[in-house]
C-alpha cells in the first residue's frame, strides 16, 4: 500500500502560479507512471497530466496543455505539477494518483489505484 499526499494548493488570482506536489511513502512509486486529476466544484473528477516512470513521456488534458507542466523526483518519491497562466477554470481539488501498472499511463480514472486525499487550488478572477 502506498499513500500520497499532496501539498501546495491555496488561493491564486488569474494569470498567476503554482505548484503542487505529491510525496508517496509506504512503497515506492519509482517504476509506476503517476497523474494528476482534477475535480471541479460540482463536476466530475477529470485527468490533467500524467507521466511515466523516468520522466521522459508525459501526457496533458488539453486544457492545460502548454501551461502545466509535470514532472517527478523518483529520488524523492515526489511528483508535482507547475501550473501557470492560471484561470478560474483551474479551480478545483487536485489528486494525485499512482497507476495500477507499470505499463499504462492512462487518462481513465480506473486506471489508478491509489490516491492522494487532494489540494484545493483557488484561482480568483
Known amino acids: 500500500q502506498v499513500q500520497l499526499v499532496e501539498s501546495g494548493g491555496g488561493l491564486v488570482r488569474t494569470g498567476g502560479s503554482l505548484r503542487l506536489s505529491c510525496a508517496a511513502s509506504g512503497r515506492a512509486v519509482s517504476d509506476y507512471p503517476l497523474a494528476w486529476f482534477r475535480q471541479p466544484p460540482g463536476k466530475e473528477r477529470e485527468f490533467v497530466a500524467a507521466i511515466n516512470w523516468n520522466g521522459d513521456i508525459t501526457s496533458y488534458a488539453e486544457s492545460v496543455k502548454g501551461r502545466f507542466t509535470i514532472s517527478r523526483d523518483n529520488a524523492k518519491n515526489t511528483v508535482y505539477l507547475q501550473m501557470n497562466r492560471l484561470s478560474p477554470e483551474d479551480t478545483a481539488l487536485y489528486y494525485c494518483?499512482?497507476?495500477?501498472?507499470?505499463?499504462?499511463?492512462?487518462?481513465?480514472?480506473?486506471?489508478?489505484?491509489?490516491w492522494g486525499q487532494g489540494t484545493q487550488v483557488t484561482v480568483s478572477s
Open positions: 494518483a499512482k497507476s495500477n501498472t507499470k505499463w499504462t499511463m492512462s487518462r481513465r480514472r480506473d486506471e489508478y489505484n491509489d
